[in-house]
Each structure stands twice: as C-alpha cells, then as structure tokens.
C-alpha cells in the first residue's frame, strides 16, 4: 500500500513532490470526458519516469501478438486504444535552464483534483540552480460539454528574478505505446501546420487508418495584460509550435493560455477534420477559457445531482465512493453506442483499452440506476451490433449453427486476447453478457429491447452453451469441460461450478424469453426463427435436457458448492497463512505453484451466489461464504466487491466494511502495488454495487424495489439516488430509519423485507 494521498470529501490532494510516486499519481489524477482522457502527466517537460497517456475513444490498433497466433482460432493481434498525439505540452525555459521537477529544487508542491468541479489543478516552487525562484500555478480540465476541447490555464511568476521567458507550446505526434509488442510506433505522418494563432498536426495509425486532428491556440497574459508579441510558429516532422519569448520582472506573473482540439474520423470525414479543428479552436477561444470552464463545472454538477452518493460520519470512505463514481462518469458517456469501457478507462495502457465482461457483470448496473436509459441501452447495443463477429469467433472454434462466443477482449467483435486459457476457455463472458439483458429488462420494464435486439443474443449464446457441454457415459450427466471460470488462478478445470450455472440460467432465461415473444407477438417471433433458423421445438428440447442434466459439483458433507472437480484435492490452507511479504501472491510465487494453491484471486462460486442469491436459502450463502472468503486473495480488483455485498447479507458488517475500503480504495491507497500501470476502472462500478446492493440493500424484485439495509457502525448515515422505470428514487438511510421518495414527488411502491410500503 502507498498512502500518501490526503483524505478530503470532494478532492484528491497530494502534498509534496516524490518522483517515486509520480507514475501512481499520473493515472490518480487522470481526467477523461467520455471522447478522450489523458493521464496527468505535467504540461511542462519532465525527465523524470513516466508513463505519457492521451487516449482518444474507438481509436486503436491491432498489435501483432507474441504468442498463439500459429494455433487455430487464437486470434493475430491484440487491439489496443493508443497513447494519442498530445495537446498539453506548455516547455518553459528561463536564461538557460529548462522547467524540469525532476531536475530542480521544489517546494509547497500540491496537486488538487476536485472532482466536484472536474478541475486538475497543481501548484509548487522551483528553484534554478542560478538561484532563480518561480511559483507555478495551474489549471485543467476535459470539458463535458464540448468533449472534443480541453483547457489549460498557467501561471508563472517570478519571485526573485528579472529574466527572459521561453513558453513553447506544442502538439506532439511523435509518441509511442509502452506496452507495444515490438516497439513499433503506431502512427504515420500525416500533416503539420502553424501559424501566429493557431498550430494542427494530423496523424494515421497504422493498420486501421483512423485520423486524429489535434489542434490548439494559446495566450500569454503578464499580470493580466495580453503580450502583443507574436508567437514564432515552428512546424516539424508529427509537431507544430508557438513559441512566446518575453522579459518577466521580479513580481510579474504570466498568465499562459491553451485550448486543444482533438477530432477524429470516427466522427467526421477525414478531408473535413482540419476544418472541424479549427471551427472548435476559433469557437474556443472566443468563449475564453473562463466561460469553457464555467459551463464544465456546471455540468459536472448535474451529473453529481443524479450519482453522487453522500456517507455521512466517514470521511475516508465518502472520497473512496466519489473517487470512484468521478471516474466512472470521466470514463463513459454512452453518446456512442459503438464506445464501451476499458478496465483502465483511460488512466493507463494495460489490458489494452478492451471491451471484457467487466462491463456487463460490473459496470452496467451503475448506469442503469445513475444515467438515462439510453445510456445503459447503449451498452447492450454495442454487444448486438457485434453479434455477427461473434458467431464468427465461435465457427474460428468449430461451433456450427449460429453459436456465438462473444470475445474476452474486443474493440470491434473481433477476439483479441492473447493467453489461451483465458481466450478459448474463460468462455463464462458469455453468460455475463445474458444476464445483462435481463437485468437492463428488470430494472428499465424495457421489454422491447428484448424482443428487438436481445432475444438474438439469448439465442445466439444459448446455442453456443448447448454445444458447449458433452454427455458423460460414466456420471449420467452432462459435464463442462476445459474452462476457466472468473478464478483465473485456477486453469483449463473441469465442470467449474459457477461456469455451468450460468449455462443452465441462460438456457433457462432464453426458453422464458422466447414464450414471452410468443405469447405477446407471435408473427415477430415466428420472423425472427425463420431468419435464425431456429428450429423452437427441437433446440429447446435439448435445451431443457442439458438444463435438468448439468452436473454442478458440491461437497455435502461441507454443504458447499465446489469451485470446479478436485477443488478438495489441493491443500487447504488460509489467507491468514500466508505471509505479509508473499503478498499479493501474483508478484512473489510462481505460476505453477499459483495454480496448485486453492487460493483463490476473485469470487468465482461466491460470484454465482451473488447475481441468483434469490436460489439459495442464508444458510446456504453462508456456508459458501465462510469456505471461500478464508480461500481468496482479492488480487483482482472485481472481487471485494461482491464479498462486500454477500457480507452484507450475511449480517457482517465489520467485514463487509473492510472489503468495501478495500475496492473503494484500491487505488487510492494502492493495495495491490499496481496503480502506476493506470487505475481500476470497472471494479469501480464494483465500489457502488457495494453500497447500494451491499450497504443498502438494494434488489430489484418481481418488478419493484426491495431493501435491506445494514450500515457500518461508524457510518451515520448514507443518501443515494436510483433511475427506476421512468423515476428517480430518493433513498435516506441511518441506523434507525429508511426512508424512500421520488424526485417529482409521486407515488412509488417499494418493499423492506416482505412488506410493502408507499411513498
């Protein structure tokens, strides 16, 4: 763990400088706007390590992988979102010396993201080794209104020196990716250009041919007095400059203005975007930078209106729960239903900036009870418009007859991954995907969505699981074999028990589906059958078979579902065996030896336990419960979460409280050593799924809101907000009171237990 950040409700604050922190707090002070996200990396130069990161959504490449690819069906590349052209640089140099941190002396450094307001700010003393004293003092932020502009504003003032200033401020394309397979660069040249107010560089990646056009114009104020010099304008080989010299007298401050601009042609036609650029730089720096930032605080506001979530009595956990919602709504916005969400959103390069079953399993919820419903929509849209590549990679792996395998990792449908126990067997994605349909169809009432786009997917993936499984001779059963299960410190098993229950619910939950269709608009479904050729009566025959025949492994005498066949072979030993310096395992033991513990790295049988939890009875929760937490490492970031959640239900809320610090502040307090590579995003959505599955006791049932609350002992109070079928749900808790209303004031039926109550 590294604590160094300073607990505050509305902020994350870091005081004093330390290069060694610097990577850790490049991906904590991140800032994204749903179109693109860049770590905070300093605008000046830097020589000190770092991890350089502007992202742009839905721009990628497709990295030739390392291993596999000789294999059939593994898939050729892994897709990556690149590390984009960069708008922030803003190089001083005074006399002779260059502004670097890492090279000067520094001082009441203090860097500030408030994420009330979306606002980057950072201020510090540098000395020269001439003696010369500058405070700096600066602004950003992404705006969520305009998501194609950013801003900066930077103040330098001399404190004890009269000299001359150099401000270069420029784009930069010549970057690369850290993660890429052969150190190749990603992006070809396209064109530069500058002039005395405005300077452009468009670049191509490579292979898929997007095209970024990124823009800016600056400003330089002294002591609030525009300089009426002009800039120099340079252009070089993937860069364009304005380059501002001037004298600063001891006392002055100059005041350092710029806007960028980043279009792309997944939005406008390429011959368009120089054009587009500059329209948005020239409308930019009209409104000014005051007014851009104006109208991004006050969006930022409503948007906190509607998610943000309120502890009372706990201040480390209220910043743990608004770091998390923060970035969750930097992340997505959902205006493009061709856009998903990266585990790392855009904080870092790892995991490549992919679509995983982190979306649907962890993240859809949040947007389902904080956003419009077509935001939530969205997110399923994305998988259906991907549903032919993903019957494309099932027929790469021998399926037949529409199956589909949607992939672990995608940007466009296509398979990416590059280890083969998780590409070919962590194929419990799948089921994700499905109960994300029915649990978007829950919450919403949105029943047309099923009947127009998700019954496809049903069927598509029930016919994948259907052939999936094989008939055991010896057991009289069906069995699942080869797979991995959510658990990937446990591979290619069989018959993982939370895999194969997913299988049964989706054949289940597909049969239901289809009679609902039936019964309400039999032309639509008999079209939708005849287009699928899917013949109803003889594939849902096998269907029900295979759904009364699964064999799901169990130990009676421990009254336990097992992880997968043998589980109880290995030695059972406890995390509370291990000791402090063999944590987390993943960095200290070797995989072999990974693979033979019981250790487990994120709910897995808990996790099936928790999404049906309403098909066993508190004892059986508990009984799996108690196994398994003594069993699981959480060095994965989806895991507290739902240990949290169940921790709740079982009535522990000590526990449930320790897990819920430990999601809410994996980064924050970098329990895992990993923050530097970038932030969780996705087990963020976990974070909320804590508080209001867990903490409040939130379910959705039989069409209606039911609650069973529990708060930690040290916790006064908590306040949320829900979207639920057209509504928006106010919802106060304390240790003596609940208390449910609507936003326009109308009635609304809700349960507390079995009984009912009316707003």
């Known amino acids: 763990m590294k604590k160094y950040i300073q607990e505050d409700e509305w902020r994350i604050i870091e005081d004093g400088f330390n290069p060694d922190v610097h990577e850790s707090s490049e991906s904590l002070f991140s800032l994204g706007n749903g179109h693109m996200g860049q770590r905070a990396n300093f605008e000046e130069h830097y020589s000190g390590p770092y991890l350089q990161g502007h992202y742009v959504a839905g721009i990628?490449?497709?990295d030739k992988t390392k291993v596999g690819w000789w294999k059939n069906g593994y898939p050729e590349h892994f897709a990556k979102v690149l590390n984009a052209p960069s708008w922030i640089g803003i190089n001083i140099k005074i006399d002779q010396y260059d502004l670097d941190l890492y090279q000067l002396q520094v001082s009441k450094f203090r860097r500030?993201?408030?994420?009330?307001?979306?606002?980057?700010?950072?201020?510090?003393?540098?000395?020269?080794?001439?003696?010369?004293?500058?405070?700096?003092?600066t602004q950003r932020f992404l705006s969520i209104v305009k998501r194609e502009l950013g801003a900066i504003q930077y103040n330098v003032k001399a404190l004890n020196f009269s000299a001359e200033i150099r401000a270069d401020f420029y784009i930069d394309a010549d970057i690369s990716n850290e993660d890429s397979?052969?150190?190749?660069?990603?992006?070809?040249?396209?064109?530069?250009?500058?002039?005395?107010?405005?300077?452009?560089?468009?670049?191509?990646?490579?292979?898929?041919?997007?095209?970024?056009?990124?823009?800016?114009?600056?400003?330089?104020?002294?002591?609030?007095?525009?300089v009426t010099k002009k800039p120099k304008a340079i252009v070089q080989a993937r860069k364009a400059h304005l380059v501002y010299t001037f004298n600063l007298s001891e006392g002055q401050e100059a005041q350092f203005y710029k806007i960028g601009a980043v279009t792309t042609s997944r939005d406008y036609p390429a011959g368009d975007l120089d054009k587009r650029t500059r329209e948005l730089i020239r409308e930019a720096e009209k409104a000014g930078f005051e007014n851009l930032k104006k109208e991004h605080i006050e969006a930022w506001s409503k948007k906190w209106e509607h998610s943000d979530i309120v502890i009372e009595g706990d201040v480390s956990a209220q910043?743990?729960?608004?770091?998390?919602?923060?970035?969750?709504?930097?992340?997505y916005s959902g205006h493009d239903a061709s856009l998903n969400i990266g585990p790392k959103g855009f904080t870092g390069e790892k995991y490549g900036g992919g679509t995983y079953w982190d979306t649907e399993a962890y993240c859809l919820p949040f947007y389902l009870s904080t956003a419009d419903q077509s935001i939530p929509r969205n997110l399923l849209l994305y998988r259906f418009k991907q549903l032919d590549k993903a019957i494309e990679n099932a027929e790469n792996l021998g399926f037949t007859n529409g199956a589909a395998l949607f992939p672990m990792v995608t940007m466009n449908g296509e398979e990416c991954h590059n280890e083969w126990e998780i590409t070919f067997e962590e194929i419990h994605r799948n089921g994700a995907i499905a109960f994300a349909i029915y649990n978007y169809t829950r919450h919403t009432g949105d029943n047309e969505y099923l009947y127009d786009y998700g019954l496809e997917v049903l069927i598509a993936i029930s016919r994948f699981w259907s052939q999936r499984v094989n008939f055991s001779e010896k057991r009289g059963k069906y069995v699942m074999l080869g797979v991995t299960g959510p658990n990937e410190y446990e591979n290619n098993v069989n018959n993982n028990w939370y895999t194969s229950y997913l299988a049964v619910w989706t054949l289940k939950y597909t049969i239901e589906a289809i009679e609902k269709l039936r019964s309400v608009n039999r032309k639509k479904a008999d079209e939708l059958f005849d287009r699928l050729q899917f013949k109803v009566t003889e594939e849902t025959a096998k269907w029900t078979d295979i759904i009364g025949l699964l064999y799901l492994p169990e130990d009676k005498d421990l009254g336990i579902f097992l992880q997968q066949d043998g589980y109880l072979d290995k030695e059972q030993i406890t995390t509370d065996q291990l000791l402090p310096v063999e944590r987390p395992i993943n960095q200290?033991?070797?995989?072999?030896?990974?693979?033979?513990?019981?250790?487990?790295?994120?709910?897995?049988?808990?996790?099936?336990i928790y999404l049906f939890e309403e098909n066993f009875s508190l004892d059986t929760i508990r009984r799996n419960f108690d196994f398994y937490e003594q069993r699981t490492v959480h060095e994965s970031?989806?895991?507290?979460?739902?240990?949290?959640?169940l921790a709740t239900k079982l009535g522990l809320p000590d526990k449930a409280y320790d897990l819920y610090l430990r999601t809410s502040r994996l980064d924050l307090d970098d329990y895992n050593n990993e923050v530097h590579e970038g932030c969780h995003i996705t087990s963020m959505a976990g974070t909320w799924l804590a508080i209001v599955e867990g903490f409040g006791g939130m379910r959705v049932k039989n069409d209606h809101l039911h609650f069973d609350p529990l708060l930690p002992k040290t916790w006064l109070s908590l306040k949320f907000k829900v979207h639920f079928r057209g509504r928006i749900i106010h919802v106060y808790i304390s240790h003596k009171k609940l208390q449910v209303s609507t936003h326009d004031g109308s009635k609304f039926r809700y349960y507390v237990g079995n009984k009912e109550y009316l707003t």
């Open 60 to 62: 990628y490449y497709p």
């Open 112 to 137: 500030v993201l408030d994420m009330k307001e979306g606002i980057l700010s950072r201020s510090f003393i540098a000395e020269f080794p001439n003696g010369y004293k500058v405070q700096v003092k």
């Open 181 to 226: 397979n052969y150190d190749e660069k990603f992006w070809d040249q396209v064109s530069e250009f500058a002039d005395e107010r405005f300077a452009r560089v468009n670049a191509k990646t490579k292979k898929t041919s997007f095209v970024v056009s990124t823009g800016q114009c600056s400003r330089v104020d002294i002591d609030k007095q525009e």
């Open 319 to 331: 910043q743990g729960i608004r770091f998390n919602i923060f970035q969750l709504n930097q992340t």
């Open 588 to 608: 200290t033991w070797s995989w072999d030896r990974i693979l033979r513990s019981c250790f487990i790295k994120q709910a897995d049988v808990l996790q099936g």
């Open 637 to 645: 970031s989806l895991s507290p979460c739902i240990h949290a959640i």
